[in-house]
């Protein structure tokens, strides 16, 4: 698909069949992901690819957002692996995280799958019930798959404030 209409056409899926993601075009959206540009290229992030049965419960409990969706990835990064600015109150981690998440929610859009970037959860408890290892945070969730018939753009997707009302050229 085209670039431009990538981005104007994605949007928040908030409706999932039961339509199984092939792994073809999982594999496609990692590797998206993958190739992400990180500070430093430290390459910090960690996907959790969320498919088993015992995995979306977790999700499930953890969040009312999944929607139905067949996948669900959850994004983090390594804490100890992170590129401090200078300064040292700000490190690259969040930053780079949602740039890998954001990345594969684009090539998700680009081989006609659907996706919502989910953040209403308690990463820490998520963290703790999937296991990982203290090191590691959990950023957002990414639910995949294919929209169910009625899945639609909320009313505000069109929504944008004009150019002028956040960008400020100096």
Known sequence: MEFRNVIRNRYSCRSFSDRPLEESKLQAILEAGRLAPT??????????????EDA????????PCRYGAPVVLAVGYDITNVYTYPGGKHDSGMEDAAIVATHMILAAADEGVDSCWLNRFDPEALEASLGLPPNERILMLLDLGYGAADAAPSPRHESRKALEETVTVL
């Open 39 to 52: 500070a430093k290229n430290i390459q910090e992030q960690r996907i959790y690819v969320l498919k088993s």
């Open 56 to 63: 979306i419960a977790k999700v499930d409990a953890a969040t």
